[in-house]
């Protein structure tokens, strides 16, 4: 006879009632990158989906000066329904009564963990992987990022109308290396430009801002055979992520004793989808 325990983690909380793995969620907290940065909306119960709305800002010619006893007119507000269906994404590790007894060291917190930072990685893959269908475009491939595409990716963000913060996330070349943000700020030579930025970048080995924008790198913005790599810089409500109203990660133990086993198994319920696509610049570069 199988035994389930089961815990979840819904919106970057978790509720005293669940039996936790906490190993699980701190791997998913440490490991993830994509998650806090876009628009996030739960499904209500009994839903399969989540709905997201845009809304054409109005512009400044669209106030008028009302005259006494003038009736103003209402103008029109365009909506975009953006409907982000939720999946399930499963994965599962089993540890054996036998390799529990013989390990030395703590063998289910380092599955916990594993199983945490998969989940973290396939939702930064899923976010990911909308970077190539925003509106904007900055660059491309074959090209080397340099400042004034940089620049010109975030007045591209300005112009739409796009809320603050800006988010930069890249491969970890566009970051550092020769073609990325350190080549940018630091010469080959280690040559300094006079400004604080660079100073930082060759003493801390890290910018976290670079022209107003928030600087991050997820290993899953990969590399191309070509030496591409497909960044994308966006405002929050580019991206639309969808969490089941049961929560984003389910977390579930089955105990199976005809195998002798325990069954470990993550599930994490969401959907993705591209909302704004103004509010988004692709930005691929060659890291070469």
Known sequence: MATTQKSSFANYSVTAADHILPDV???FKKSNVMAPLVWTAPAVAGAASVTFVDMTALASSDVDNLTETSE?????IATGAHECIINNYVVRADISDLARLGSAYDIVGGVSENLGNACALKLDSLLTALFSGFDLTVGGDGQALDLDKFFDAARQLHAAGAPLPFSYVGNSKQIWGANGIQGLLVGTNNTLADNP???SM??????GQLAGVNLYYSQEVTETGANDCPAGMFSQKAIGLGVSSSGLINIETQRDASKQATEYVAAMKCGVIEVMGTFGVYMSSDVA
Do not use: F, K, P, T
């Open 202 to 207: 060759l003493g801390n080995g890290y910018v």
């Open 25 to 27: 969620v701190m791997a």
């Open 197 to 199: 930025v660079s100073v």
């Open 72 to 76: 103003q007119d209402s103008d029109v």
